[in-house]
């Protein structure tokens, strides 16, 4: 009996592994390595772009103001701005699928945070970046290349401060 199960156990394994490599290659692939070209808008209308970022880490955090996760997330970006910033580290949020009427920085700064927002970020997360939900939020290297993202919402989670001063160090040995 235990020969029959090792027998039938082995395929079985062999399989899981693969599937697991699969979806892996499939995630990989489903976004791109690195960051594309972009261009955006604050609500006030002052034009921000990508190359404003260049040699820089940034977080970049697709939202919307109708978005609950996103609402308990953003305190905490909006601290890892506040404690980073003056190390170099750069955190966007970018504002997409939005109800009409919707003005998303006056919504940030009515619940006191200074998070800067690009408005109408369709362009860059849904076409280019296949975002498909909010909040999703991207880990870019001062070299351009998305690094990882997350739809994580616990703003009290101890990784976005691992994940912060990671890229920090990114920078560092950068200008080394």
Known sequence: MPRILFTLWKPLLTALILMAVHSAHAQENSKPAQMPDWVLYKQDGTLVKSSDYTGKPLILHFWATWCPYCKRLQPGLDAIQKKYSEKGLH????SLKEES?????SELESRGLS???LVNGESLGIDQLNIDGTPTTLFIGPDGKILGSTMQSDPQDPKWEAVAN???GLQDEKSD
Do not use: F, S
């Open 101 to 105: 009427g919707a003005k998303p920085q």
């Open 166 to 168: 990671y890229l920090i």
């Open 91 to 94: 955190v966007l949020a970018v």
């Open 115 to 117: 998070l800067q927002t």
